[in-house]
């Protein structure tokens, strides 16, 4: 027997669903990008799991996915306050904000299969106005963002479940890259799990002023990742 519309719509406030929309598993492409992580394995930079770990702490810190939360924050703020100029201001304003070719790719795209996923197997008003406004082609902090907000999960649970999932990640990149073994990676994960509350509850009580960072290197890898000459991620 088919599942209803109903039964697939989840409870307000329920902050489950998180698990299922930033899993790997779920169909965003996420193992196909490295943020730039592959070119620094190729330089040098990331060679162990402690240049791993340094590297990716940094990058959460200050570098893309600070922003990236900041956004989130943002984009979820809008929606909860129905505030849909200054969503569809913040919307363009994250789609601008990639340092290169290849991160735009990365955000856009999987943000709008987070988008199409969700959309058609969370059935929800709210999110249907939300697309209404800013479309399903958003970067991918905005999208999960505003899907969160549209199902009233609290703001701090999708800061930390996103921010974990990135890192997760990297981690995986890095585990197919240098190589790391399976422990290694998962010791990374765990050892940055008390950076990611730290950054979320400062990403939470954060304004679009706090947008960058100081990731410099991470964003010329990135760059320098688009000729790069062998590759196994997009970027």
Not at 50 to 71: F, M, R
Request: net charge negative; with cysteine; hydrophobic share 45%.
């Amino acid at each position: 027997m088919p599942t209803s519309a109903k039964s697939r719509s989840v409870n307000a406030g329920d902050a489950l669903p998180l698990l299922a929309w930033l899993s790997p598993a779920f169909p965003v492409g996420s193992f196909a990008y490295s943020h730039g992580i592959e070119w620094a394995f190729e330089s040098g930079d990331v060679t162990d799991a402690k240049s791993t770990q340094a590297w990716i702490g940094d990058l959460i810190e200050c570098g893309g996915p600070w922003s990236d939360a900041v956004l989130l924050a943002c984009a979820h703020r809008a929606v909860s306050a129905k505030e849909f100029d200054t969503l569809k201001d913040v919307s363009e304003f994250a789609a601008a904000f990639s340092p290169s070719k290849e991160r735009k790719l990365e955000t856009m795209a999987q943000g709008e299969a987070f988008m199409n996923t969700v959309s058609a197997a969370w059935p929800n008003k709210p999110l249907e106005k939300v697309i209404g406004t800013i479309g399903k082609e958003v970067a991918y902090p905005v999208a999960v963002g505003v899907t969160s907000a549209a199902y009233e999960i609290p703001l701090r649970a999708t800061l930390e479940s996103y921010l974990l999932a990135v890192v997760s990640n990297f981690v995986s990149a890095a585990v197919r890259l240098i190589p790391l073994g399976q422990t290694d990676g998962t010791r990374i994960v765990a050892a940055l799990t008390p950076a990611v509350r730290e950054i979320a509850a400062r990403a939470e009580k954060s304004t679009i002023e706090d947008v960058g960072g100081a990731a410099i290197r991470s964003d010329i890898a990135s760059m320098k990742h688009e000729t790069q000459y062998t590759r196994l991620f997009r970027s």
